[in-house]
């Protein structure tokens, strides 16, 4: 599905990534842990191309096709979604619309199909109404770009702290919906979505089991393999400690 | 005179006719067909369906004024002028006659204009609609208008001024006078439609007494060779006044429109919001004007511009001025461009560049309009979507 090779990358002329290398394949879910300002959310937004975020050196091959010099938009309709840390607001434009855009759908009105979609999420109609993002809360957010990835319904789901500042209940309904998103209810063989999920306390791995594990530390791919494995090594030990024992055993091979 | 520009600037009356055809109540329902879309594109129903009345002046015949609720009125000013002697009291109240040429030529040469009355305690159950439309190459339509809730009524309108497709060159002036009683409330919304070759100058006075409201809504959403306009508004004791437009300015347009707020009754309130789009190489000054000179009152100017040309530009010019300590005045204002941020959000949801952008533009100009009735809100809101869906 994925596959990106020793990527380099720079915003506002400042590296972020170093020789980054990462394959994820069809029907495969990744999760990416890492301390703050890693680089984690840049790799996200590199991956779909966001001008800000330059390739200085390395490719991005997905579902077979170089998209190093794909605009984000080309790359959205190869098949690519996000759910974002820290969306902006867009004052005038209604979640029931950008709902309806998701779907490329590019009418105003809000139908069934959205309100019933909104009401799988714990939206009210009247929330469909309001100004995208606009004094959402820290959940509403998460929920709500959820919502618009699942009326997307991409191949290759790229979730950026999705369980970040999200209480129980709420928690339990995302990891359901994240879980619907990438196929993972479904047996592995007809799995067809993959996803690369950002996570700091691993919390949604209670919820959906996944395929892989990567720490990042300073712009890197420091260390990846089992989940159970690095996520209990990273929650005892640290992101360095995790990395450091990795990489002994890594020499041992 | 404001920032050096008189509001004698502008259009050369001497090069428009008055010598208009006439047209008969018996031409109107061929009119109402041939410019049908026009109308409704400035949200006049030739058919009427969910309004309390109707006036419909094309070039200077009146050739509809129709009530269809008890205790509404609705006729041409000059018939008004000829009914009702007491209607001298309201002539030229608002607005001196000698403001500048453009008011001397309706005083002069009047050709109609609406009288809208509702009487007291009357409330509109639908908005009134009137139309004021030029359908003759190179014609000066001098309207006069007077407009007056009495007391305790509450009295809705939709408002559209618009060419027909073959005028090039059009002038309209109107004169516009509003008394809004105690405890009365008035809610005018304006829809315009011009053309790149058409002048125009709106010159509108607001009296709005004791607990009155008053909530003005401008829409201007197509080219025009020059516009300006600058009602004033005089807010009475406890007296509240709205004013919001949305104005997208393109190709050559130039257009300078403001608002002045007078709040001369102690703890009168105000508002003043601006939605500007500039682009190709319209030129738009956003004026807004805040007088508090009585105890107690507050008012806000809001005032945002988005640039979309190198060659545009938008002159913001937000005022205030306080003639008593307790007077609270403020203003925000704002002029850029479209966030990369937010073009970058979109696309990553599928759009182009082009159609965010678009969304984005659209998105501006959807300003809750305020304090309408419902329905009336959303119809409005509608046909803004409709007009800003083409640009
Ligand atoms: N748009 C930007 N402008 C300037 N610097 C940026 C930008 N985006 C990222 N950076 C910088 O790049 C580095 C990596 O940031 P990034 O957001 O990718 O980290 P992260 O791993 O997602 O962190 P967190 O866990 O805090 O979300 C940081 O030092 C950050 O300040
Ligand atoms: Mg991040």
Same mark, same amino acid.
């Given at each position: 599905m994925l596959e990106i090779k020793s990527l380099n990358l720079e915003v506002d002329g400042r590296p972020v990534l170093k020789d980054l290398n990462l394959t994820i394949k069809e029907g495969e879910s990744h999760v990416l842990l890492g301390p703050n300002g890693s680089g984690k959310t840049s790799l996200l937004l590199g991956i779909l191309g966001f001008p800000k975020y330059k390739v200085t050196g390395g490719s991005i091959i997905f579902k077979g096709k170089d998209i190093t010099d794909l605009s984000t938009a080309e790359r959205v309709k190869l098949g690519m979604g996000i759910a974002f840390q820290h969306p902006p607001v867009i004052r005038g434009i209604k979640l029931g619309e950008m709902v309806n855009l998701c779907k490329g759908d590019t009418s105003q009105q809000i139908n069934q199909q959205t309100r019933t979609l909104a009401k799988k999420l714990h939206f009210s109609d009247e929330f469909l109404e309001r100004d995208v993002n606009a004094g959402f809360s820290g959940g509403e957010i998460k929920r709500s770009e959820i919502m618009q990835l699942m009326a997307q319904d991409p191949d290759f789901v790229m979730l950026d702290e999705p369980d970040s500042g999200v209480d129980i209940e709420n928690m339990e309904l995302i990891g359901d919906m994240i879980g619907e998103l990438l196929h993972r209810r479904i047996r592995p063989s007809k799995r067809t979505a993959s996803g690369l999920i950002i996570t700091h306390l691993a919390t949604i791995t209670d919820y959906i089991e996944v395929d892989w594990a990567h720490v990042m530390l300073n712009g890197m791919i420091a260390c990846s393999g089992n989940p159970d494995r690095i996520i209990s090594e990273v929650m005892k030990g640290g992101y360095e400690k995790c990395v450091r024992d990795c990489q002994m055993t890594m020499d041992r091979i | 005179m404001r920032k050096g520009l008189s509001d004698d600037d502008g259009p050369d009356i001497g090069k428009y006719t008055l010598d208009a055809e006439k047209h008969d109540a018996k031409d109107l329902a061929e009119i109402e067909d041939k410019y049908k879309q026009a109308f409704l594109d400035v949200g006049?129903?030739? !058919?009427?369906? !969910?309004?309390s009345g109707s006036f419909l002046q094309v070039d200077h015949s009146v050739l509809c004024s129709k009530v269809m609720q008890e205790g509404v009125e609705i006729m041409s000013t000059t018939d008004a002028l000829g009914k009702y002697s007491w209607l001298s009291d309201y002539w030229w109240h608002a607005v001196a006659p000698g403001k500048d040429v453009y008011t001397q030529q309706v005083d002069r040469k009047q050709t109609h204009g609406y009288f809208l009355r509702t009487l007291p305690g009357v409330k509109t159950t639908y908005p009134l609609q009137s139309c004021l439309f030029t359908g003759q190459e190179g014609l000066s339509q001098n309207v006069h208008n007077i407009v007056i809730a009495e007391e305790g009524s509450e009295l809705h309108i939709i408002t559209g001024c618009s060419v027909a497709e073959k005028v090039q060159s059009a002038l309209h002036l109107g004169v516009s006078e509003f008394y809004v009683k105690k405890n009365a409330k008035i809610t005018f919304t304006m829809i315009h439609n011009w053309a790149p070759e058409v002048e125009v100058r709106p010159r509108s006075g607001i009296i709005v007494e004791e607990n009155g409201v008053f909530i003005g809504n401008y829409v201007s959403l197509n080219p025009v060779k020059d516009l300006q306009m600058y009602p004033v508004t005089y807010c009475g004791k406890n007296a509240r006044a709205t004013s919001q437009s949305i104005i997208y300015a393109s190709k050559d347009s130039k257009i300078d429109i403001g608002s002045k707020m007078v709040l001369q009754g102690e703890n009168s309130r105000a508002e003043v919001i601006s939605r500007t789009v500039a682009t190709d190489q319209a030129d738009v000054t956003a004026r807004g004007f805040l007088i508090g000179s009585a105890p107690n009152v507050k008012a806000h100017l809001e005032c945002t511009g988005l640039m979309l040309s190198d060659t545009a530009r938008i002159y913001s010019v937000p005022e205030l001025e306080a003639t008593v300590k307790d007077a609270e005045l403020s203003h925000e204002a704002a002029v850029g461009r479209i966030s990369e941020e937010e073009i970058a959000y979109l696309t990553a949801r599928g759009l182009s560049e082009e159609e965010a952008a678009g969304a984005i533009v659209r998105g501006f100009l959807n300003v809750d309009i305020k304090g309408l009735p419902a329905a009336l809100g959303a119809q409005v809101r509608q046909m803004i979507r409709m007009s800003a869906e083409v640009l």
């Open positions: - | 006049y129903d030739p !058919e009427g369906a !969910e309004r």
